[in-house]
């Protein structure tokens, strides 16, 4: 039985996966239905998609696994549960994160204007990027699958032998560190790429209020608006990561429930709100959701 602060965790947790869902899944149909129009499928189009689905399939095996270790625990011992949620949880986390990667590098290489050498030869290479990042992903999923395979044979080896869990307590987490090595790589390519977004607006409002003696003109007013939709993702990638950590490590602290309900809830919040911030910072999203407000009052 749920104590009262675990449950409003845990009704928090699932609104933020529910939400989120819907948030993904209009992003989806909507970049679906601008590619049947326009019989054209573009960079942005295809990643915002790739995003969406992805990050649906998220959420959906992060709320799944969490319902089951609060509520049915003796499931993810037994059975293929485990082992079709680890297959699910490699392939499909590294492609959100990837696929979030390539969005913070198109937005990098688009937006900022910096001298060096190595950024002009980027981004008349963009293409090459990506492909880069494509290989990146396909040799993350290469060293995971057999730590994920080692994982689950141990399991059925071990099964019922608390103990045996017990002694390798150790040896469990570093196991998942490794497994998820992928995601943290993804993860610094994405901070690194955001943090230079920001300082490149940075210095490019303090150059347009200089020139404008001050005053803050209507580009200024977007460059804010900018740079804080890219700390927003920064503070709920940081969340993410960390809920992440938490859940892993509640699986070496079975009896602590508050605290694995509380990186549940971590966990879901940027899947769900940096879906939010995209429809909010981006033009075509923002019309196509006060259409839809409108055809709901009607």
């Known amino acids: ?40 499928l573009s960079k942005i189009g295809f990643i915002l998609i790739g995003l969406a689905i992805s990050r649906i399939g998220v959420i959906w095996i992060i709320i799944l696994q969490g319902y089951v270790q609060l509520f049915v625990p003796h499931m993810l011992t037994s059975g293929n549960l485990t082992e079709n949620i680890t297959y699910l949880w490699v392939v499909i986390s590294h492609l959100s ?10 937005y990098f290489l688009k937006i900022a204007n910096f001298s060096h050498s190595l950024f002009l030869c980027l981004k008349r290479r963009i293409r090459s990027v990506f492909i880069f990042l494509l290989g990146c992903l396909l040799t993350s999923w290469l060293l995971s699958f057999p730590q994920m395979i080692k994982i689950v044979h141990e399991r059925k080896m071990y099964q019922g032998n608390t103990s045996w869990f ?10 998942q560190s490794l497994t998820n090595l992928g995601i943290f790589f993804f993860s610094v390519v994405a901070l690194i790429t955001c943090f230079l977004i920001i300082i490149f607006l940075w210095r490019h409002i303090r150059q347009m209020q200089l020139n404008v003696s001050g005053f803050r003109d209507l580009n200024t007013e977007v460059h804010v608006k900018a740079m804080k939709v890219l700390i927003s993702f920064m503070v709920l990638f940081i969340l993410h990561v960390i809920g992440i950590a938490i859940e892993i490590t509640c699986f070496t602290l079975p009896q602590n429930q508050l605290l694995f309900i509380t990186g549940l809830t971590a966990t879901c919040l940027y899947p769900c709100g940096h879906s939010i911030i995209l429809i909010l910072g981006n033009s075509q999203l923002m019309q196509a959701f006060l259409k839809m407000l409108q055809h709901i009052k009607c």
Not at 3 to 27: C, K, P, W, Y
Not at 97 to 102: K, L, Q
Not at 168 to 174: A, G, S, V
């Open 97 to 106: 994160v990837w696929f979030a990667t390539n969005l913070n590098i198109l």
């Open 166 to 175: 017990d002694q390798r307590k150790n040896y469990f987490l570093i196991t």
């Open 1 to 40: 039985m749920l104590s009262a602060e675990e449950g409003i965790l845990l009704f928090v947790a699932t609104s933020e996966a529910v939400l989120g869902v819907l948030v993904n899944a209009f992003i989806a149909l909507v970049n679906c239905m601008d590619c049947v129009r326009s019989k054209k």
